[in-house]
């Protein structure tokens, strides 16, 4: 997944690099990060546009606290698929963007509709189907490959069909496989 700053600006900006920051420490950071003064201080909202399979690690329940207690901003989570939280990046409508579609992020960043473009996790993706693999697909190479060899076999492939970051991955597969 990679994170990109929606039209907010260089507060945005500070705050994503705060987040990422965060992210990092996560795993070396105990309870207590940050001063209680921090916490009591928080005024504003920082919106936070990400993939619902970031919500569903459950990363965030755990990040989030130690960020709020730390910084004076209570973080609006948004949980949609990537297709949707770019959009609301390009109407800024969010201050931050945890995503997984990196030619979509590349293209908002040389736009102009989002800065600070940084790794911070990644997907792994498997391809699944029915007992006895009546496509062939375990000898296959690459995706790409397994793709040609479903297509050719006929067989059913379902698809997200979203614009999740999933989907575009997909299609730029299929792409691929020709």
């Not at 990092?24 to 207590?32: E, N, V, Y």
């Not at 207690?69 to 973080?75: D, G, I, N, T």
């Amino acid at each position: 997944m990679r994170g990109a700053i929606g039209r907010r600006g260089k507060r945005g900006a500070r705050l994503l690099a705060l987040i990422l920051a965060l992210a990092l420490a996560a795993t070396a950071c105990i309870a207590g990060c940050g001063t209680q003064e921090a916490g009591k201080a928080r005024a504003r909202e920082l919106i936070l546009a990400t993939t619902t399979s970031t919500q569903d690690t459950g990363l965030l329940e755990a990040w989030i606290p130690m960020f709020e207690e730390r910084y004076p901003y209570s973080v609006k989570v948004v949980a949609v698929g990537s297709g949707q939280a770019l959009e609301m990046g390009r109407n800024g409508e969010c201050d931050v963007m945890l995503v997984h579609s990196p030619g979509d992020e590349e293209e908002m960043v040389e736009e102009g509709f989002a800065v600070n473009r940084r790794p911070v996790m990644h997907n792994d993706f498997v391809i699944v189907g029915p007992p006895g693999d009546p496509a062939g697909v375990k000898t296959a190479v690459s995706a790409a490959e397994a793709f040609k060899k479903i297509a050719a076999s006929g067989r059913k492939f379902i698809s997200r069909g979203d614009r999740s970051g999933t989907h575009v991955k997909e299609l730029e597969i299929w792409e691929k496989a020709g």
